[in-house]
């Protein structure tokens, strides 16, 4: 290996690597190292600016090819202007705190019957069947369903719909799961909470029924209320499914 230094990015020629030799060179004002890859040819490996930290620069560009197993390879996207890497699966990642991902993944899906200014209460069959409410976009597990009202103690039946068989690109046969083994119930007014543990909820502090079932979501199914009991008294209703995305 041959090593030469200069103020600057490398302007010399250079030999293409070959087992006898690689040509390397240290940018002394800069502190920058390159290599040569061709003849002629230059690629920076590090560069530090100064006393600055360690930085890692170079060109956009399309993905590249998936890696082999153990392996990953990262490329600065052209569209998004990030660094992203490819898994051996040929999955893109973006990097992000680890901490944070669970809560970046989390969506969710409102479902408001009535109208809390208007004098008409909700009726039990306003609160189902209400068909394909919400669409879900990527394979996903239900994490909470969560019921509230402007009054009264109504309760439903949350469901998930999803298409089984398809006919010249109409679905031909749909199968319905209930995500609560029995009707989720608001109190009062107040918020009604199911989850797979029955602990408290997303919020901290609302205690959950342990009723969630059937939490697996794929991409193109769909939400909705399944029936419910209005109670006379609500004007409005809202669901709250929060689920994250796999």
């Known amino acids: 290996m041959v090593l030469t230094t200069g103020s600057g990015v490398p ?10 030799n690689l040509a390397v060179y240290l940018d002394s004002a800069n502190g920058d190292e390159w290599w040569c890859y061709a ?3 230059w690629k920076k490996t590090l560069s530090v ?13 399309t993905v590249p090819s998936t890696p ?10 052209s569209t998004l202007n990030t660094q992203v890497c490819l898994d051996p699966s040929g999955n893109s990642w973006q990097m992000v705190k680890e901490t944070a991902l669970a809560d970046i993944q989390k969506r969710s899906c409102d ?3 009535g109208d809390a200014s208007s004098s008409n209460t909700v009726t039990n069959t306003q609160l189902g ?11 996903a597990t239900v994490l909470e369903v969560d019921l509230e009202a402007d009054a009264g103690s109504p309760n439903v039946v949350v469901g998930r719909r999803r298409c089984t068989a398809w006919t010249s690109g109409t679905c031909s046969a749909e199968t319905v799961a209930n995500l609560v083994s029995s009707a989720l119930a608001a109190s009062s007014g107040y918020m009604g909470c199911s989850n797979a543990g029955g602990t408290a909820g997303l919020d901290g502090g609302t205690a959950c029924a342990a009723t969630l079932q059937n939490t697996g979501l794929n991409a193109g199914d769909w939400l909705e209320l399944i029936s419910g ?11 709250h499914v929060v689920y994250q995305v796999n």
């Not at 600016?49 to 560009?61: C, E, I, K, L, R």
């Open 39 to 41: 003849a002629n040819s």
């Open 229 to 239: 009991t209005a109670g006379g008294t609500a004007k409005l209703v809202t669901v």
């Open 111 to 113: 479902i408001s019957v």
């Open 68 to 77: 082999a197993s153990g392996t990953v390879a990262c490329y600065f996207d």
């Open 49 to 61: 600016t100064g006393s600055g930290p360690y930085q890692v620069s170079g060109a956009t560009g």
């Open 129 to 139: 069947p209400q068909k394909h409410a919400c669409k879900i976009p990527s394979s």
């Open 11 to 20: 302007s010399a020629t250079c030999a293409a690597p070959s087992s006898s």
